[in-house]
């Protein structure tokens, strides 16, 4: 149980275009989604949090207009990298946790994310 | 504010010894303790909690951690370590005081040598 997947799993894509990755629970209801960045050899970014049918909650220094985030179901959390840089190239991974208050994050695959 | 350090970049160790991959946490409350396991270009994957209860938990893939409130500390470890458990390790820590956020540690990464 507690499967979450990321699609898609790489994208590459040029300079000023957008790209929308979805995060989705495949066997639970997620009552919050979480979005991370990390970079080679780093740790876990948060990026935002979000709860289904409201805003997301960025993080400081995270653009909201640049990652805009939209959690319209309990099983589907969008991220959308608008005009991508080069600087974007990354590794995007989401996790979403059941309950409110549940503690434990259940983690997608990530999405690697190349701007050319 | 919450933070978590993971004092080693890399630890390496021989297979069938024991491993112990350290982390040590400070919360305004009470501590809410995990680990994950990242393998190479993926998410990470759960492999234990500390919410209450028994300072020891056990996980995963025969994985426990040993929850040490004096210490503030949260230790992962291994009676004897196998080649695929080499991956990156991250400790993550949370607090009871209502908000989700949590934070990660830098990571370890763990070489196990046949």
């Known amino acids: 149980g507690a499967v979450v997947s990321q699609h898609p799993s790489r994208v590459i894509c040029k300079s000023g275009t957008s790209v929308k990755i979805e995060c989705r629970s495949l066997d639970f209801q997620a009552t919050t989604m979480f979005w991370y960045r990390q970079f080679p050899k780093k740790s876990l970014m948060l990026m935002a949090t979000s709860n289904e049918g409201s805003k997301a909650t960025y993080e400081q220094g995270v653009e909201k207009d640049k990652f805009l985030i939209n959690h319209a179901s309990l099983t589907l959390s969008t991220l959308t990298v608008t005009s991508a840089h080069p600087e974007d190239s990354s590794f995007y991974i989401c996790?979403?946790?059941?309950?409110?208050?549940?503690?434990?994050?259940?983690f997608g695959p990530g999405t690697r994310l190349l701007v050319l | 504010a919450q933070s978590v350090a993971q004092p080693e970049d890399q630890v390496n160790v021989a297979e069938g010894n024991p491993l112990t991959v350290k982390c040590t946490y400070s919360?305004?409350?009470?501590?809410?303790l995990f680990w994950y396991v990242q393998y190479p270009n993926r998410g990470l994957q759960f492999l234990l909690k500390?919410?209450?209860?028994?300072?020891l938990v056990k996980g995963s893939y025969g994985f426990e951690a040993e929850f040490n409130k004096s210490q503030t500390s949260f230790h992962l470890k291994k009676p004897s370590a196998l080649v695929s458990d080499s991956a990156l390790y991250f400790c993550?820590?949370?607090?009871?005081?209502?908000?989700?956020?949590?934070?990660f540690g830098a990571g370890t990464r763990l070489f196990v040598k046949a």
């Open positions: 993550a820590v949370r607090d009871d005081t209502g908000g989700f956020k949590t934070i």
């Open positions: 919360v305004s409350g009470n501590p809410y």
């Open positions: 996790s979403a946790s059941g309950l409110l208050g549940e503690e434990t994050q259940y």
């Open positions: 500390y919410i209450t209860g028994d300072n």
